[in-house]
């Protein structure tokens, strides 16, 4: 069955949404990392079709969704999402976040708890304060459009050290996600610098599913977030880079999968399949 494309009615705007129809499972909803949309999710969307109905919203800012006013805080990207799904009458659904996204889909966890029945991240950051200072000095950097052409170069470079240059299919698409999001990018991350996601993820309730790959950027947290909660299941992915959806879409949705079947069971490492 093919990705559809469509737009939820929120009162700042449109947001904008990809979706897989399914059958009588309760519907799973993917939130994108910064600077990305819901696109990053496609691939692991085609491999989970079936039982249930899959939604990848694109974050206020983001791909095709609508410019947010001012400078949005976590709060406000949960609050966006949760209204996405009342708008689409989804009573409860699983949730899934990867980097950034991950942060939104915590922090609509701890708000909305009745609202999520399982909860997977990819790329959970439960930094100190002084990490998250030192995160934020080094990424999420504001950048303008200039006549020059320089700032084009830098983001592409930016994307080829950060892993997207395994497919050039994937650097390019995530250099027009990249492009289109120049305003929101800083934003985006310093709602995510501002989070204690630490604070959040010792209170989430429902069952959780931590990944990462080890060229992850956050990968160096991936410990002590199974130390934090050893009763989450945990899956250390043999690749991806920051973008794991995209270059290990197999292991993810399997992950994913088993998960959504059999909350809190504890994996192995695995490669892509």
Not at 54 to 72: C, E, I, K, R
Not at 119 to 125: E, Q, S, V
Not at 244 to 256: H, M, Q, R, S
Request: negative net charge.
């Amino acid at each position: 069955m093919s990705i559809r494309k469509a737009y939820v009615d929120l009162p700042e705007g449109q947001l904008h949404y990809r979706y897989i129809a399914g059958s009588e499972g309760l519907p799973v909803v993917f939130l994108h990392q910064t600077a990305s949309s819901g696109r990053m999710w496609e691939k692991v969307m085609v491999q989970l079709t079936g039982a249930h109905p899959l939604y990848a919203f694109d974050t206020p800012g983001f791909g095709g969704s609508f410019d947010p006013p001012g400078a949005p805080g976590m709060v406000e990207y949960a609050r966006w999402m949760l209204e996405a799904i009342d708008a689409l009458g989804l009573e409860r659904v699983h949730l899934v976040g990867h980097h950034t996204g991950a942060a939104i889909a915590i922090e609509l966890a701890a708000r909305a708890p009745d609202r999520i029945a399982t909860l997977a991240m990819i790329g959970p950051n439960p930094l100190t304060v002084e990490e998250r200072a030192t995160f934020a000095g080094k990424l999420g950097a504001a950048f303008r459009p200039g006549r020059s052409g320089a700032y084009l170069l830098k983001n592409w470079e930016y994307l080829r050290t950060g892993g997207a240059d395994a497919d050039i299919a994937l650097l390019h698409a995530e250099m027009v996600d990249m492009l289109r999001a120049w305003a929101a990018r800083p934003h985006a991350y310093a709602a995510v610098w501002g989070q204690d996601f630490a604070a959040l993820y010792a209170c989430i309730a429902c069952p959780m599913l931590i990944m990462a790959a080890p060229d992850d950027i956050l990968f160096a947290f991936f410990e002590r977030a199974r130390r934090l909660r050893p009763d989450a299941a945990a899956l250390v992915l043999e690749r991806g880079a920051n973008f794991e959806p995209d270059l290990a879409p197999g292991a993810v949705a399997e992950a994913i999968r088993q998960h959504i079947a059999q909350p809190l069971r504890i994996f192995a490492s695995t490669s892509e399949r």
